[in-house]
């Protein structure tokens, strides 16, 4: 068979073919009268052979190895092509989302295309002061990416550069609300918790709605960010981890101040009274805990508090009836000090 019909068939091209020949790696089994190259089908079969090699990714030298060298043996070789392709996939993908991200911010001509560019390499830098400088100019005429500034949001170690991301970020509105929503379920532990921290800091109705939902996440610290945020949003939801946090002492003073928040809302001030006072009757809650309770109880309107504190300041453990009787004197003078009575917690 010709070269011509060879070419054809095989789909290789002629001058493949001939490069082939070069490299040693087919020779035609004969010549015709003319001279011309004539192929066998042992030799066409070959050629199928170089081909599929080649498809696998080995360069024409390994090809030739393989179909030679009775010692070459194929074990090491497919490991390292593996390797190879996976790096390659890696980069590429890298390269598929900086041009999916370029093309969502919408430049309007190179300029904005070469300054996106820029910021997406500075949020990646090594220098936490560069990814700062990023995050902060991330909103002037040609902004990063929100999908950019929700990965690094979420694996940002630096807390300054941390904050300036959140910043950026609540002020791209709820754009990033859905990749945020995805880090909350996240395998670690870190990036849960940072999507959790950037979500409460996005004041719209569709974060809050994440933080109703994060009340259930099986990361307590999730909970504890959601429920500080709801809290503050006047959620009442928000009441059963905020208690528990004050008996747990995780933030204590922090949940103690939104709960207080909250009972501004005559109707919630009882519902948080009555959750506190459920708690106290648990033979599971400590002496200091209970102080801790008895503090909370301080800044919550009402009568169900304040019967909660006259039972308190008979409390067989004599720091919590000290406590509530001091909370109770405060109430009645009207002469309640959140400095005065929170500093002992």
Not at 140 to 155: I, K, R, S, T, Y
Request: glycine share 8%; net charge negative.
């Amino acid at each position: 068979m010709l070269i011509g019909e060879v070419a054809r068939r095989s789909g290789v091209s002629a001058r493949m073919l001939r490069h082939y020949d070069s490299l040693g790696l087919i020779r035609p089994t004969g010549r015709t009268d003319a001279g011309y190259r004539e192929y066998s089908s042992e030799d066409i079969q070959r050629i199928f052979h170089i081909e599929s090699l080649r498809a696998l990714g080995l360069s024409l030298r390994e090809v030739g190895r393989a179909l030679d060298d009775p010692a070459f043996t194929p074990s090491g070789l497919v490991d390292d092509l593996i390797s190879q392709t996976r790096e390659r996939i890696a980069s590429e993908t890298e390269l598929l989302t900086r041009l999916r991200r370029i093309a969502a911010a919408e430049p309007a001509d190179w300029k904005d295309v070469l300054q996106i560019v820029a910021l997406l390499h500075a949020l990646g830098s090594e220098s936490a002061g560069r990814r700062q400088r990023a995050a902060l100019s991330s909103v002037g005429d040609v902004p990063v990416p929100v999908e950019a500034l929700v990965e690094a949001a979420l694996n940002e170690t630096d807390p300054n550069v941390a904050g300036a991301l959140r910043w950026a970020l609540r002020r791209s509105g709820e754009h990033g609300l859905a990749l945020l929503a995805e880090g909350l379920g996240s395998p670690a532990a870190e990036v849960r918790r940072r999507a959790a921290q950037c979500i409460a800091e996005i004041p719209d109705g569709a974060a809050t709605a994440l933080l109703r939902d994060a009340l259930t996440n099986s990361d307590i610290a999730v909970r504890r960010r959601a429920a500080l945020a709801l809290g503050a949003r006047g959620v009442a939801d928000a009441v059963p981890t905020l208690v528990d946090m004050i008996i747990d002492e995780t933030n204590d003073v922090d949940a103690a101040d939104v709960l207080s928040t909250l009972a501004g809302d005559p109707a919630l001030a009882d519902q948080i009274a009555a959750r506190i006072v459920d708690c106290l009757a648990r033979d599971t809650v400590g002496s200091a805990a209970r102080r801790r309770l008895a503090q909370a109880l301080a800044d919550i309107p009402g009568t169900t508090a304040a019967r909660a504190l006259a039972a308190l300041a008979h409390d067989e453990d004599r720091a919590v009836a000290l406590t509530a009787t001091y909370i109770r004197g405060l109430r009645d003078t009207g002469d309640i000090d959140d400095r005065a009575h929170r500093s002992d917690g």
